[in-house]
C-alpha cells in the first residue's frame, strides 16, 4: 500500500500534542490528560487527506527540567525525528513562548528535516495576535489550531503535504510476500537466514530495498517467494541500540506489504507486552499469520512444554485463533523447513474463494440446526450470503437487521465457516447488511 510519508508530532509536555495527533489519526488512540508526561512512547496511527495517506507519529514531551522518563523521551523523540518525512512542532498559544520552546526549536532545526509549527490551544480570535510570537524560533509562518475543536487542522495538514513529495507506486516484486515481524532478539535475522539457507531455497542476487524493511527475492521448489526482513533499527549510536524495541513503523509497512507474516516469538523469555502489539497490527490489517516460536532449542523441556506454550499462546493472542503454531529453531534449523510449506498453505487460504450456492448450503444448514438467540422477541436471519472478496476472505450476509447480529454468533457462523472451508491462518470478515426490499 502506497502512503505519502511520515508525520512526527514534538513539542514540550502539554501543549495538546495527542489532541492533534488524535485529530491527524480521526480517532482518539493518545491518551489526553492535562498531567505533563502521559504520553512516553511513541505512538503510531495512520491517516488520510485529501486522498492522500500517511503517518503519524505521537511522542512525549521534551523539557529542559530534569523530570523522569526524559532521557527516554529524548531518546524516543530522536527516533521519530529520524524517521519522519516532516516534523510538526507544538507549542501552545495559551501559556507562549517558552525556553523548553526555544530549545526543541534548535534541535529541528540541526536535524534539517522540514518542520511545520503549530501553535495550538489558539481556541477563539482573542488569541490569535498570540501566535506571532513564535517567529521568534526561526520555523517559519506559525499556524494557529486547536486540538480541541478542530481549528486549523486542514491548514496544517496542507502545510505538512507541501512538504512531502508524492512518491511513485512502488513495483510489486513476483512471488509470495513474507514479513517476519516480531520484537527485537527473538531471532528475525536469524530466522530469516535459516529459511534462506534451506537446501531448496535459491536466494536472488539482486536485492532491493524498499522502505527500512530489506526485501529478499528468493525461489524454493521452483517457487517465487519474497521474504522480508524487519530486524532492528538500522541507525547508529546508542539511542537507537537502546531502545530497538519500539521499531513498530517498519514493522506495521512491512505488514501492509505483505501476503503472509510470520510473526515470531522467544520460546526462551516467552510472550512479552510488546508482542500484543505488533501482533495486533497484522491481525487488524487482515493478513495471514503464522506463529513462530524460535530458540525451542534453548528451553528446557519436557513432555508438557509444548502445550503449556501453545496454550499460553492461545490465551494471550485470542485474535490469531486461526493462526498456527510452528516451534522451531532457527540456529539448529530444526523445523524451519516447515515454514514455507505452511506459508503456501496460508497464502492459498487467505485467496480461496467459495462459490455461491456452496455457501448458501452451509448457512442454511447451520439456521436450521442452530439459529441466532431471540433478542428482544427478534431473531437475526441470514437471506443470501455471497464472498465478496478475498485477501481476507470477506463475506456479506443478507440479513433481516444487522442490529441483531451479536458478536457472539457473528464468531460462531465465523466457526462454521472455518469448520466447512479450509480458512487455517487467514482472518475471515462478516459484514451484515439489511436485505434490500425490491
Known amino acids: 500500500m502506497k502512503h505519502t510519508g511520515v508525520i512526527a508530532i514534538v513539542g514540550r509536555p502539554n501543549v495538546g500534542k495527542s489532541t492533534i495527533f488524535n485529530r491527524l489519526a480521526g480517532s482518539r488512540i493518545s491518551i489526553v490528560e492535562d498531567t505533563p508526561g502521559v504520553t512516553r512512547d511513541r505512538i503510531y496511527a495512520k491517516g488520510e487527506w485529501l486522498g492522500r495517506e500517511f503517518r503519524v507519529i505521537d511522542t512525549g514531551g521534551i523539557q529542559l527540567e530534569d523530570q523522569p522518563y526524559q532521557e527516554e523521551i529524548r531518546a524516543q523523540v530522536s527516533i521519530a525525528i529520524e524517521e519522519a518525512d516532516v516534523i510538526v512542532m507544538v507549542c501552545s498559544g495559551k501559556t507562549g513562548l517558552t525556553d523548553d520552546d526555544k530549545y526543541i526549536a534548535g534541535l529541528l532545526q540541526r536535524s534539517h528535516k522540514p518542520v511545520v509549527l503549530a501553535v495550538n ?15 521568534a524560533l ?3 509562518d506559525p499556524i494557529a489550531v486547536s486540538g480541541v475543536h478542530g481549528i486549523g487542522i486542514g ?6 503535504m507541501k512538504e512531502i513529495p508524492e512518491k511513485e507506486e512502488e513495483e510489486t516484486q513476483e512471488g509470495i510476500r513474507i514479513a ?24 536472488a542476487d539482486e536485492q532491493g530495498t524498499t522502505r527500512d524493511a530489506v526485501d529478499t527475492p528468493f525461489r524454493y521448489d521452483g517457487k517465487p517467494f519474497v521474504i522480508v526482513d524487519t530486524a532492528g533499527i538500522r541507525k ?3 539511542v537507537y541500540e537502546s531502545i530497538e524495541k519500539y521499531a513498530v ?14 510473526f515470531v516469538l522467544d520460546g526462551e523469555l516467552g510472550i512479552r507486552e510488546q508482542d500484543k502489539h505488533v501482533a495486533g497490527y497484522a491481525s487488524e490489517a487482515g493478513k495471514p499469520v503464522i506463529i513462530v516460536v524460535n530458540k525451542w532449542d534453548a528451553v528446557t523441556k519436557d513432555e508438557h512444554t509444548m502445550a503449556t506454550f501453545t496454550e499460553e499462546v492461545r490465551k494471550q493472542f485470542v485474535y490469531l485463533s ?10 539448529t534449523h530444526q523445523r524451519v523447513n516447515s515454514i514455507l510449506p505452511m506459508v503456501e498453505k496460508v497464502y492459498e487460504n487467505s485467496t480461496r474463494r467459495i462459490a455461491t450456492n456452496v455457501l448458501n448450503e452451509v448457512i442454511a444448514d447451520t439456521q436450521v440446526t442452530t439459529p441466532a438467540p431471540a433478542r428482544n422477541g427478534k431473531r437475526f436471519r441470514i437471506y443470501y450470503a455471497t464472498q465478496v472478496s478475498a485477501q481476507p476472505p470477506t463475506f456479506v450476509f443478507s440479513c433481516n437487521d444487522p442490529k441483531l447480529l451479536h458478536f457472539t454468533y457473528q464468531r460462531f457462523l465465523e466457526n462454521q465457516l472455518r469448520a466447512a472451508f479450509d480458512f487455517e491462518g487467514t482472518p475471515i470478515r462478516i459484514i451484515a447488511r439489511k436485505k434490500v426490499s425490491e
Do not use: W
Open 121 to 135: 490551544k489558539v481556541d477563539d480570535n482573542s488569541r490569535i495576535a498570540s501566535i506571532y510570537e513564535f517567529y
Open 322 to 331: 486461526y493462526a498456527p503454531i510452528v516451534f522451531v529453531s532457527a540456529l
Open 155 to 160: 491548514d496544517l495538514l496542507d502545510a505538512c
Open 138 to 140: 526561526g520555523l517559519g
Open 236 to 238: 547508529r549510536g546508542k
Open 180 to 203: 517476519v515481524i516480531g520484537e527485537p532478539n527473538v531471532g528475525k535475522s536469524s530466522l530469516v537466514n535459516a529459511i534462506l539457507n534451506e537446501d531448496r531455497a535459491i536466494v
Open 249 to 262: 513503523l517498519r514493522a506495521m509497512e512491512a505488514i501492509e506489504r505483505c501476503d503472509v507474516a510470520l
